[in-house]
């Protein structure tokens, strides 16, 4: 396929680049924050108290600004902030990616709908040659029981295919398929009697 839409496109790839820049620093987030909360529970485990692993540091010649625990939650908290801040940009981000898609999609459509609508004008004919073919088909089989001859017995179900229906029958498939097609703009109505005259 050609390269449709190219500056929708490298919006939608922007806003993509940008959605997994958020979601590689939520999870990072997530990760310190579930690092903090494994650190927590150790230091709950311990026998000692927070004060006296604090001292015991004090004393080993370690510079302690305040015990281990208030630090991690202090820290835990901070990066909690962060956390919600990261869930509503990348929220954000997916609308933003969402519309993006969305933009480039129509630009792709309207440049690509000329090439489509050939394909559609194709299948179209095909539609309209098989009812015709179909109805050719029905008409012979009738020919046939007029005349005596009971088409049942000499051919067979033959090629009778009842799926598509006839164009004269306006509740077909067949029907009802070129009907969508003008709704949808496929084809308009002078195109379609072209076609079928």
């Known amino acids: 396929m050609k390269n ?7 919006e939608l790839e922007e806003a993509q680049r940008k959605l997994r ?8 987030t997530i990760s310190r924050v579930n690092d903090i909360d494994n650190n927590l529970s150790e230091l709950k485990e311990r026998k000692e108290s927070p004060v006296t692993t604090a001292a015991h540091k004090m004393l080993s010649g370690e510079q302690v600004t305040g015990f281990d625990m208030t630090l991690l939650l202090g820290q835990r908290d901070e990066l909690q902030r962060t956390k919600s801040i990261l ?3 990348i929220r954000i981000q997916r609308a933003e990616v969402d519309g993006a898609a969305s933009r480039f999609s129509r630009a792709a ?3 690509l709908r000329p090439d489509y609508r050939k394909k559609a004008h194709a299948i179209i004919k095909a539609v309209v040659a098989l009812s015709r073919a179909i109805s050719d088909e029905r ?3 009738n020919e046939m029981e007029r005349a005596g001859v009971s088409s049942t017995l000499a051919l067979g179900n033959g090629a009778t295919f009842t799926k598509i229906g006839e ?3 306006h ?21 379609l009697q072209k076609i079928t005259a």
């Open 109 to 111: 459509g309207a440049e």
């Open 21 to 28: 820049e958020v979601q590689m620093k939520h999870g990072d």
């Open 167 to 169: 164009l004269k029958d």
């Open 4 to 10: 449709v839409a190219a500056a929708e496109f490298q």
């Open 171 to 191: 509740s077909s498939r067949a029907s009802f398929y070129l009907r969508e097609m003008i709704r949808d703009g496929w084809v308009t109505d002078a195109e």
């Open 139 to 141: 008409e012979f089989r």
């Open 87 to 89: 869930d509503e940009a």
